[in-house]
C-alpha cells in the first residue's frame, strides 16, 4: 500500500479539546486507520486546533509551523516539511456532518457489507 499520502484542510472539528466528542471520534478514527495527525497548536484566531496536515502514522514529518495570516482569514497557514513531493493526484471532497456520524454505517460503506 502507498503510504506518501497527505490529508489537509479546515476540518472545523476541535481536535485540541479533550472533552468535545467529535474530536475524540476524529482521534479514534485516524487511530483505526494508522493516521498521524500533525498540528499540535491553535490554527483559529479564537483558538482549538481546526485545521489539521494528516499523513500515515509511519511517515517521518518534521514540526508543522503555524503563521498569522495577517487579517486575510481567520484561520492561520500551516508550514509542514515531507519526506516526498506532493502532486495533486485526484480531489475528492466527502462531506459528513459529524453530529450525525455513525460509525457503523461509515464502516458499512467502507468495507462495501451492508
Known amino acids: 500500500?502507498?503510504?506518501?499520502?497527505?490529508?489537509?484542510?479546515?476540518?472545523?472539528?476541535?481536535?485540541?479539546?479533550?472533552?468535545?466528542?467529535?474530536?475524540?471520534?476524529?482521534?479514534?478514527l485516524f487511530d483505526t486507520y494508522g493516521l498521524c495527525q500533525h498540528v499540535q497548536m491553535s490554527t483559529h484566531d479564537h483558538g482549538n486546533t481546526l485545521d489539521l496536515v494528516v499523513t500515515a502514522d509511519t511517515t517521518p514529518v518534521?514540526?508543522?509551523?503555524?503563521?498569522?495570516?495577517?487579517?486575510?482569514?481567520?484561520?492561520?497557514?500551516?508550514?509542514?516539511?515531507?519526506?516526498?513531493?506532493?502532486?495533486?493526484?485526484?480531489?475528492?471532497?466527502?462531506?459528513r456532518n459529524w453530529s450525525d456520524f455513525d460509525t457503523d454505517i461509515f464502516l458499512c460503506e467502507r468495507t462495501g457489507r451492508l
Open 62 to 95: 518534521s514540526d508543522a509551523e503555524v503563521h498569522e495570516m495577517h487579517k486575510l482569514t481567520d484561520h492561520r497557514r500551516i508550514d509542514v516539511d515531507l519526506p516526498y513531493c506532493v502532486t495533486p493526484y485526484a480531489r475528492i471532497v466527502i462531506t
Open 1 to 28: 500500500m502507498n503510504q506518501n499520502f497527505v490529508i489537509f484542510g479546515d476540518f472545523n472539528v476541535h481536535v485540541d479539546n479533550t472533552t468535545d466528542a467529535h474530536g475524540m471520534r476524529l482521534h479514534c
